[in-house]
């Protein structure tokens, strides 16, 4: 049975893959509609942009809400795609701005490790990196628990990847780093364990306190990496350099300022954050449970 279900997400990943950017937000549009997909998301999304922005009123946090889910899909959609299109099935959805910083670091002989955050083309935007570049760029994830899912989602990410590591092989992953080539790293949802509590957006939000020491271990440079998808449905990526004491020795320090360019960055476009993600699980001491 779970083979069937693999060959069926890989089907469906191809088809959606040969789909252009109108007719995945078409698809987007429809499946939001569907209220057996969106009942769970859709609640998680409305608590968590009631949190983070307590400053709007009923009607514009509705409207948020509904841009927030069809931009969620959306992603999702995006995800598929990256995993499974072809170079020229995905050409032309992307403007990059920035790449020089990572071809420069590249050409001193030092790794770089790219880090990002789950806005919803999280994915997409990590595989127009790679392809861009012409190489592998490793990924640190979190597996599926499905096997045989996890299975078919890992071959499609080596494509662009060339290796996956498991969020709890950080030897294997920074030895890619200090081999000299480029990673991605994508460490800002909810951290159940080695937490510390930072503002995102006025909320305290358990984060990976191992951020700093991650990034310490993997020793090469830092860059950023944040994406908006534009209204064409084109990806406008952006790459800039870490600040200069970023990482720090102060793991609060480190995770909150992170948490703070997160949150910034955002504003341009916050429906495409991943709100239906349960950003806020893990509460400090004594705090009852938000979702």
Not at 25 to 32: D, M, N
Not at 148 to 163: L, T
């Amino acid at each position: 049975m779970a083979q069937w279900l693999a060959r069926g997400f890989v089907w469906l990943g191809r088809k959606v893959a040969g789909l252009s950017p109108p007719a995945r937000a078409r698809l987007a549009h429809g499946l939001v509609r569907l209220p057996w997909v969106n009942t769970r998301r859709r609640r998680i999304a409305s608590i968590n942009l009631a949190l983070c922005f307590p400053q709007w009123d009923a009607a514009a946090h509705r409207a948020l809400l509904q841009r927030t889910l069809r931009s969620n899909a959306t992603g999702a959609l995006e995800t598929l795609c990256a995993w499974f299109a072809s170079r020229e099935q995905l050409a032309g959805g992307a403007h990059i701005s920035g790449l020089a910083h990572l071809h420069a670091a590249l050409a001193e002989g030092r790794g770089v490790v790219v880090v990002g955050a789950h806005y919803d083309g999280i994915e997409l935007a990590m595989r127009h990196v790679a392809d861009a570049m012409g190489q592998p760029m490793p990924i640190l994830v979190r597996r599926h628990n499905n096997p045989a899912i996890e299975s078919a989602i890992a071959q499609a990410r080596e494509r662009y990847a060339g290796q996956v590591f498991d969020k709890k092989d950080i030897a294997g992953f920074a030895a890619q780093v200090r081999a000299g080539k480029a990673v991605f790293y994508v460490p800002d949802q909810n951290a159940a364990r080695r937490t510390v509590f930072v503002p995102f957006l006025g909320v305290q939000a358990a984060t990976l306190g191992a951020i700093g020491g991650v990034l310490q271990r993997c020793g090469g440079r830092v860059l950023l990496l944040w994406a908006q998808r534009d209204a064409q449905g084109v990806q406008q990526i952006t790459l800039t350099p870490a600040w200069p004491d970023w990482p720090s020795s102060d793991d609060t320090a480190t995770a909150a300022r992170y948490m703070q360019w997160i949150g910034e960055s955002l504003q341009a476009a916050p429906e495409q954050y991943l709100w239906v993600h349960r950003r806020f699980k893990t509460r400090p001491p004594g705090e009852l449970p938000i979702y």
